[in-house]
């Protein structure tokens, strides 16, 4: 038995997730389960604080009953981020979590927006960055116009893993990099943005760097007395979780969205991304899609199937065969264009198309969208990677994989582990307790490669093709996507 381990957590958008991982990255148990999501109004996208806080016991629970806690020497939780919960007091959420999802703050968002200068930004962030529908500046305006009631109970607003380590350690604590635009290119809070919504300023968390400990797991708990790390957002957890941490590389991350970044010190000032601030001497560039395994899901709850038997259906059609053209902006998009009010577009099918048909033009989308969102980063980046890094749950699908090397031109390289959000969550947690001196060290120590996709010199010309009509689609519909909201 390992007389060292390290616990990962990573409260996703569907699914808690958490592993037991060895000193040197091998999983030695893991475990997951779903909770759910309402939708209780247009534009609504809500879940339950207490249903994170009650799996990850559940899970330290199980692990309880097939290995030792005693050998775990620190815990890093990370999760999906710009889901907002407001709390009081006593640390009690005062309505549900506020997903990443939810659009309801457009309106807010817009006239936050237009009080920032192109020049503040770029003072800022370094980039043009929007501030959007998810913007926690934008959920604290909606609450403080809509249910000031509850602004006025409210003491923090908190982000998943911040919540989750509260309620764990007692320690109220987040990090910089998952504080998207509320933090400066000098990692903290901005003064003059937060005052465009009075008290924004009083009711954040303080900050501490990702690396370090929070706080260690209140007496009475099973894992009572264990250090729990400050860790960060799921897309940098996840980005270490597949080897990336120098200069120059890229990775690429899939679950319910795609998220997508590349690692430089140059920055070429450009709409539609998110260049955060530097921390342990990494300039991340990076931004998500909207909806890339929610488009598969929305297929297969369509189609009465699942994820495994569309792979299969796609893999019955020859290549070469033309689909159909799918916009997966089911939900809106973000990245690179930050379209609450688009929607989800199929074009081009005839009374031939069949189911398969449409599960690879699915698979086509989001690898366009995905690849839009790319193009984009590296433009910004002012570099093009030869190779990109991959993990997550979106990644696998084989033919998927293939298809989004053919789309991309480059080539992927999958990550052993299944789960790189909870690995990078280890990885940040071995570093806080002194196990690593460094992400190199560490991820060079527990990261490890199992495949390479290499894109097809035909497909990919195809494809190029293919990718102009998806933006042309995009902008060519839009206006009537928008219309038929008021329909």
């Known amino acids: 038995m390992d007389k060292e381990l390290f616990l990962g957590i990573d409260v996703g958008t569907t ?21 759910p999501t309402h ?29 030792s806690l005693e050998a775990i020497k620190a815990i890093g939780i990370t999760s999906q981020v710009n889901t907002h919960i407001f709390v009081d007091a006593n640390h009690t959420p005062l309505t549900p979590a506020i997903l990443w999802q939810d659009t309801r703050c457009a309106p807010e968002a817009e006239f936050l927006d237009d009080q920032i ?37 409210t003491r923090y607003v908190l982000l998943p893993k911040d919540y989750c380590i509260l309620k764990l350690t007692g320690q109220l604590v987040s990090d910089p990099t998952s504080n998207i635009g509320l933090v400066d290119q000098d990692n903290c809070y901005i003064p003059a943005l937060l005052d465009l919504v009075p008290d924004a300023a009083s009711r954040l968390p303080p900050l501490k760097q990702m690396n370090k400990i929070a706080g260690i797991i209140k007496s009475g708990h099973p894992l009572a007395g264990k250090p729990v790390a400050v860790c960060t957002m799921d897309a940098w957890a996840g980005m270490f979780g ?70 299969q259906m796609v893999e019955t059609l020859d290549p070469e065969q033309p689909v ?18 688009t929607r989800g577009t199929l074009l081009g099918m005839n009374s031939q198309t069949k189911q398969a048909h449409i599960a690879r033009a699915v698979f086509e989308g989001i690898s366009f969208s995905a690849l839009w969102l790319a193009q984009t980063l590296f433009q910004s980046a002012d570099t093009t990677p030869k190779i990109i890094n991959c993990g997550g749950g979106g990644f696998g699908s084989e033919v998927l994989n293939q ?35 460094s992400l190199e060290e560490a991820t060079a120590n527990i990261i490890s490669f199992n495949k390479t996709y290499m894109p097809d010199t035909n497909a990919h010309a195809r494809y190029t093709d293919k990718f102009e009509l998806f933006k042309q689609a995009y902008y060519a519909n839009r206006p009537i996507n928008h219309a038929l909201l008021k329909h």
């Open 15 to 35: 699914t808690v997730k958490a592993g037991l991982f060895n000193k040197s990255g091998v999983e030695i148990s893991s475990w997951s389960a779903p909770y």
């Open 39 to 67: 939708h209780k109004g247009a534009g609504y996208v809500e879940q339950d604080p207490e249903n994170w806080v009650d799996l990850i016991n559940q899970a330290i629970f199980t692990f309880d009953k097939t290995s």
């Open 117 to 153: 200068t192109e020049a503040q930004k770029m003072a800022w962030w370094g980039a043009p960055m929007p501030l959007d529908t998810s913007h926690c500046l934008a959920r604290m305006r909606w609450m403080q116009q809509h249910r000031p009631q509850i602004w006025h109970k």
């Open 242 to 311: 597949v080897g990336t941490q120098k200069d120059t590389q890229a990775y690429y991350l899939s679950g319910t969205s795609e998220i997508l970044g590349i690692i430089s010190q140059k920055t070429v000032p450009t709409a539609g991304i998110l260049v955060f601030p530097q921390t342990q001497n990494i300039r991340v560039h990076a931004a998500p899609t909207q909806s890339g395994g929610a488009s598969i899901q929305w297929f297969c709850n369509l189609f009465d199937t699942t994820p495994q038997k569309m792979a």
């Open 324 to 341: 159909p053209l799918f916009l997966p902006h089911l939900a809106g998009e973000r990245a690179p264009l930050w379209d609450p009010n």
């Open 403 to 437: 298809i989004r090397a053919d789309i991309f031109g480059i080539k992927l390289k999958t990550t052993s582990t299944a789960n790189p959000g909870t690995l990078g969550a280890v990885a940040l947690a071995s570093i806080a307790s002194g196990h690593f001196q």
